[in-house]
């Protein structure tokens, strides 16, 4: 069975054509992603990618079992419609009903990327013996999908699984959401560049310093660098970031008390130094952890780059079983 | 069909038949709970309870379709064990097991007091057209009972839908479960009469001192009432109260964007004084609530004084249908 997965982020729309059977990217392609252009050019761009994606491997559009797309967003699963997409600027956009004009025998099946991501662990990667699945972005926001019993919690209109807007601060960090104090706003890469940067400022002897005109920027990555090397400002900077993913995720799995916490976006990539402390204070601070509640293990999510295609392409695997 | 549903508390085990196609109760009747007395004590004085309610109806177990009871702590659902209860002082108590030995032929189903309660207002009160509910009781702790797609989101071993124990102040107020900060040290009723405590001894001119006299205690109903009256103290203080609650319901709302939060427990006597500006706090703060995500109502839970007992029975509701 082969799936066309589509990716639209702020930047490009990615596109690959799975394998569902053997779980593999047969070809992938992508194009610029022309925000602003409206949902008639974002859909002619994207019919464009899947054709191109048909062209290469020689499939028709028949030979594929579904079209699957993730964007961020608020993003309505039943009726195809972006209600509101912040990074594509989109405001309640048929996006389904526009594709149906290009491809229009074929199911189409659109979510939040988190969400999508959510289930692209448990169709295509390491989690497909979780049912319960608290899975969080570490990226430009925090998304989050959750999943109970193999399916997804989407809300009303699917605009639920915010958990990046979660306050964790009352009164704290102003989110782009229009409250103060989110979990996003502590916890996304551009508050960890934020915190860096107010602790660079303030400790100009640190190595973050030299490491960031290395590398011509700072990034989620210049302290978590630095610390590695032992810079005690850094490893303050890690860990009151670590911290604050922790008490966001401890929250959520109270509420779920799920199998497992992926963690995925751009941050999962430091690894171990972000993942065993967050297990740690997983196993310190859950509720009743001490008392017999079950444990909940933090993982870093398995699928990397193609996260958001394989994510895309398991909104048709569970459509279709 | 009839329905004994039990609310064990930390003072009293209360006990009802309830008619379960009318939605009534036919009989009630209370035993003072023993807690620190261990699981066999608990366990007859909760089948001598239901003895005397089938000796008061005249009803003879085999009349009955089912025993609910609904307690406080981690209750696993599917074991029938009481994992961990702080109030009755009970840890990996197998209840049910114990039950079985004074009623073994009949259905008999446990779960935590605030999922039955979010169940009774589904089966049994003014929530029957809603399929998504978050319910969260007001009481000596905050307690939270979470319903998507008509379901209770319990987790592992129904150690989840503690929401009462999500930060909301990173680093705030010292919580009975060992993290600092949780929703149920800034919103419960216990929380309310610390701020009420703290203001007053603030503002020695408050009328909230000569209520507190006159009533002889203060309780969570002193800032409310001096509140109505025109001052300004006990103003501050429900006002900052109701900020808390909010915070902590919004965040409920973006993960699970439910139909309604309902509010039960002591502090939801208040009624439209802390209905009222939580919606309005809702209507503002909900995640992209004025980008045409759908809103989410706030309302008191309508199963008041025996929401307890109806809570218990609901989860012979659902389990016989």
Do not use: W
């Not at 054509?17 to 022309?34: E, H, Q």
């Not at 008490?247 to 171990?272: K, Q």
């Amino acid at each position: 069975m082969y799936i066309i997965g589509i990716d639209i982020g702020g930047m490009s729309i990615k596109g690959g054509v799975v394998d569902g059977a053997n779980g593999t990217i047969v070809c992938k392609d992508s194009v610029v992603t022309k925000a602003a252009a409206g949902i008639d050019v974002l859909a002619a761009d994207t019919a464009g990618l899947i054709g191109a994606l048909l062209g290469k491997t020689s499939l028709k559009i028949s030979d594929v079992a579904g079209i699957g797309i993730g964007m961020p967003g608020t993003v309505d699963s039943k009726t195809g419609r972006v209600i509101y997409s912040n990074n594509i600027r989109l405001v309640d956009a048929p996006i389904v009903e526009k594709l149906r004009k290009y491809y229009d025998n074929i199911p189409i099946e659109i979510n939040n990327d988190a969400n999508a991501a959510a289930l692209g662990e448990v169709r295509f990667g390491e989690s497909k013996d979780y049912k319960n699945i608290v899975f969080i972005t570490l990226g430009t926001g925090v998304g989050t999908g959750l999943i109970v019993d193999g399916k997804l919690i989407e809300g009303n209109n699917s605009a639920g699984a915010e958990g990046g807007h979660m306050v964790i601060r009352v009164g704290g960090a102003v989110c782009t959401c229009g409250r103060r104090g989110c979990f996003e706003a502590y916890a996304s890469a551009a508050a960890l560049v934020r915190q860096t940067k107010a602790a660079m400022q303030k400790n100009k002897d640190s190595l973050m310093h030299k490491l960031a005109r290395e590398r011509n920027k700072i990034s989620g990555r210049t302290a978590f660098l630095a610390a590695a090397e032992g810079d005690k400002t850094a490893a303050a900077v890690v860990n009151r970031y670590i911290r604050y993913v922790g008490e966001g995720i401890v929250n959520l799995a109270n509420i779920f008390r799920p199998d497992v916490v992926l963690i995925g976006g751009g941050v999962s990539n430091e690894g171990d130094a972000l993942i065993l402390p967050l297990q740690e204070f997983m196993d310190n601070y859950c509720f009743g952890i001490k008392n017999g509640n079950p444990r909940v293990l933090v993982k870093k999510a398995s699928l990397t780059n193609d996260a958001g295609i394989f994510g895309a392409a398991s909104l048709i695997v569970s459509s279709v079983k």
